[in-house]
């Protein structure tokens, strides 16, 4: 397959300004006739090439008149055009065969739509590219089984037809690109509501769920209006449609998509109650609810103009939501987990064969590129960019963005200009963000002289090579930090300073105590930290760190050094001790909140110590792991059980971010205590599990039984099957607790699962709550010495890859970092990924993804 390249971006040869569409819905056999007013771009006589994939084209008319077409698989080929005509085709295609849930398909019953990044293409012959902006007005007829009929936009018509069938028109007034275009038919329950806007417009607000689940909606519609006014009041943005509806559908690619005025959800990730969804979901609930309402500013009245620019709307969006998730919940919790998902997920992806720019040169299939990368580090450059402007400035810069490029398709350079004209800055260089793929290394030397009072900081920053990249130049990057004594007391408060090149001295004087140096606070660049901070002086930054994150992280920096010398063969006890002393002291800190002290007590994750290992080795990082989760759960065992039964709550259950922090520590304690099998603890688990009132106890208690194993395990795995089998999304919650276990016998057991008669890989949310679940969460047994894990994703990949290429190819990535691995390991993942490269009609998404990961 040959790669698309930006340098190779051409306007569109013809663009297209009304699209009337007429869908007859049949599940085997949907008719769609398409109606295009199309305009040459240009003084030109190039033919008019619209992309399509897998339709059975019936007639092709220009201007009223049959006209000559040339079709290949993926294209309709029209020449000899007038500059202006209308185009009218009819098309079918085929919803109920379409396992790759891009298009047109059905999911549980009902047709609906995922059109991005160019499924569009499956529906009918198109210019499915994202700077083709067109008015859409939608006609479709069902069965009058399908009960609700919906597309984007305002509602213009609806009637009954003969035959038993019925019909609606939607007309969306806002021109935009064909990946946004959605359509859903079927029959769903509706919760119903209201949003009044900043300037006095009301809004009526649509939760489209399966028939029975409108209960389970309230929390999705609650994020919404909270994600409303947030984005008035900190963006100054108001909805522009009347109507604005959200469907969730069971079987779904993404978490959510954001199409203009009906966005479409992955049910997981919008149905929330107490006793069927955690305090996870709930989380991740509010957030992409808020991510995909954001997208309308960022995303659709201003959208891409081809995918390379994917990183303007995703990163963007990201930091948005991120923003608003840190108003609502606390901002130095939530910057802790976000930093903890960017190190998981883009940390490992950036230092790997699949590392990529912000924003790529070149791709073989889009789809590939919905990275963390894309979207995690792209939030974090749009974060530097507002610390290194200043919030005042960010703002202008954002504004300008909206006045100036509203109803385009544009770019990252359009975007970054808007900043730089907003605060005369010149950002030339910090283009390069966009641009260089890789983390860069900060190391900080710091030299102390006494007698002068002065502190004298030295940074500098490397990147390592990239595939694709040999040369790094330094990027500027902000770097927060403060000082602190021996005491804890504050000496200097956070100041920013900009690394600007590859070094760079920073001398703080009229200091009179020796200064503790709290580097990087609140986390204020993409990058690894290297420092020769002394333990001793960590402990001081744990205590009493003004910056929370920067206690978060010196906590993690001291349990990652112990747990590294142990998996080095060189544990130090008594340092150990010192930590666990110190991390009692934490969770005594009355100053503290719950949600603060559960990320304290959980040990960093074994692939975050397998990236600080090299080569890493799983099996020996996962027991000194293990060792360290020992001596804190014996050492701290009797504050711990005392700290779970203070936290018990007997009230009603509230999701609101108090309450779950609650949950988050008391849960966090007894995965801990897990670790140790004294008969206080099971028992301390069995009651938990047992008497668990809501999904997050219940979870935590399942957890802990399977981490303690035996007779206990068995009976709760059964009673959670029991009890949940006809909630698809709680059977999820079961796989994936089952492909967390990490003892030695669970592999034999894990495998299995694919044989039981609730596996169906074909749903992506089971799929993933098994092997992705095992592949990215269970290192110890997907790195199990014998190769049966690396085995065993490779042949879910391979399956899934006939039916769904889009879901398989997000599978691959767990197997790309084998050159870190110890070289038996490595060399077993690299046989699973020639295997995979091997098989024959493998779609272009496996084949890049897996065959970079072999390069
Ligand atoms: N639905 C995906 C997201 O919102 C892709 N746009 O990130
Ligand atoms: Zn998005």
Redesign the pocket.
Known sequence: PQPVRLADYRPPAYLIDEVFLDFALEPSATRVKARLSVRRNGEHAEPLILDGEGLTTLSVAIDGAPHAYDESPEHLTLAGLPATFTLETEVEIDPAANTALMGLYISGGRFCTQC??EGFRRITWFLDRPDVLARYTVRMEADRSFQRLLANGNLIETGELPGGRHYAVWNDPFPKPA?LFALVAGELDELADQFVTMTGRTIDLRVYVDPGMAPRAAYAMDSLKRAMKWDEEAFGREYDLDLFMIVAVRDFN?????NKGLNIFNSALLLADAETATDVDYERIES?VA??YF?NWT?DRITCRDWFQ?CL??GL??FRDQSFSADMRGEAVQRIKDVKALRARQFPEDAGPLAHPVRPSSYIKIDNF?TATI?EKGSEVIRMLKTLLGAQAFRAGMDLYFERHDGEATTVEAFIQCFADASGRDLTDFFGWYEQAGTPTVTVGQRWDAEAGTLELSLSQTTAPTPGQSAKTALPLPFAFGLLDEDGTALRETEVAVLDGAELTIVVDGLDRRPILSPLRGFSAPVNLVSDIAPKDRYVLLAADADLFNRWEAGQGLARDLILARAAGRPDEVAEERYAEAVGRALADQAAEPAFKALILALPTEPDLAMAMSPADPAAIHEARDALRARLAVHLGDDLRRLHTGLADGGPFSPDAASAGRRALRNAVLTLLAVDGHAENVDLAIRHFEIAANMTDAIGGLDALIELGGASAETAIAAFHKRWKAEPLVLDKWFAAQARDASDEALGRILALTAHPDFDGRTPNRLRALVSTFANLNPARFHDPSGDGYRFVADQIIATDAVNPMTAARLVETLGGWRRYTPQLGALMKAQLERIVAVEGLSKNVFELASKALA
Do not use: D, I, N, S
């Open positions: 991005e990044a990946y993404f978490g959510a998509m954001e992409v991510h995909e997208h995303g994917l709307k995703e969006t990201v919905y979207y």
